[in-house]
């Protein structure tokens, strides 16, 4: 009943290659955001979006890129991978900011060597 | 930057035990959420709480937002090993995105 699918599942690539992550949603939900999960700091929200090319920024943007050209996909792009992005990456969906729950896929686990 | 503290961290427990993991912020939240998270994947929404002082029950899961809604707590009765999973609080204040917590740990042996 995935509403919310993430690809690929599992990446391993190079320092310094770029790598672009995606979230593909049937909800037809305006609101999607994008995690980083590690060890010692929970979820941290990279980047969001509230709508059709309406993105925002979080708390640990720096080094990500997003775009949202249609409401069921939003793209994560690591410009220039470095060993620091090694994380599980997880995409969320909801209908509104926050009071309705957030739907999250089930995370991208991606290493930069 | 709103923060939310969960504790404790890790637990570890035999099955049939009663637990309690806490959710607290000096900051004031609209709505409260807790999430359960298995290995591998993404968090599950259990519960949200709006109102200040709500208690909400989810089979033997029972949830409460402090009278000034600055905290939160998740009481397990009964534990079970299919209860084991990373449990995160989740708030949002007027205006403002989810801010996560860093999440329990729970462990629940056989």
């Known amino acids: 009943d995935a509403g919310i699918t993430q690809s690929p599942r599992h990446k391993v690539t190079e320092t310094g290659t770029p790598v672009t992550l995606r979230c593909h949603q049937t909800?037809?939900?305006?609101?999607m955001y994008w995690y980083r999960q590690d060890p010692g700091h929970g979820l941290r929200l990279i980047h969001y979006?509230?709508?059709?090319?309406?993105?925002d920024k979080g708390e640990v943007s720096d080094g990500y890129s997003v775009s949202r050209s249609k409401t069921e996909d939003f793209l994560l792009t690591l410009e220039s991978a470095t060993s620091s992005q090694t994380s599980v990456y997880f995409c969320?969906?909801?209908?509104?900011?926050?009071?309705?729950?957030?739907?999250f896929g089930s995370g991208t686990r991606l290493t930069v060597v | 930057t709103q923060l939310l503290e969960q504790s404790p961290q890790f637990l570890s427990i035999q099955e049939g035990e009663n637990l309690t993991v806490y959710c607290n912020s000096s900051?004031?939240?609209?709505?409260l959420q807790w999430y359960r998270q298995e290995p591998g994947e993404g968090p599950v929404l259990l519960v949200t709480?709006?109102?200040?002082?709500e208690v909400k029950k989810l089979k033997r899961l029972t949830f409460q937002f402090g009278d000034a809604r600055k905290d939160s707590s998740l009481h397990i009765t009964a534990a079970q090993p299919g209860d084991t999973g990373l449990y995160l609080c989740?708030?949002?204040?007027?205006?403002?995105?989810?801010?996560f917590g860093e999440g329990t740990q729970l462990t629940v042996n056989p």
């Open positions: 900051s004031v939240f609209s709505s």
């Open positions: 989740a708030g949002g204040a007027s205006g403002s995105r989810l801010t």
């Open positions: 969320a969906i909801s209908a509104s900011n926050r009071r309705d729950g957030y739907t």
């Open positions: 909800e037809n939900h305006r609101y």
């Open positions: 709480v709006v109102t200040g002082g």
């Open positions: 979006s509230y709508g059709v090319k309406d993105t």
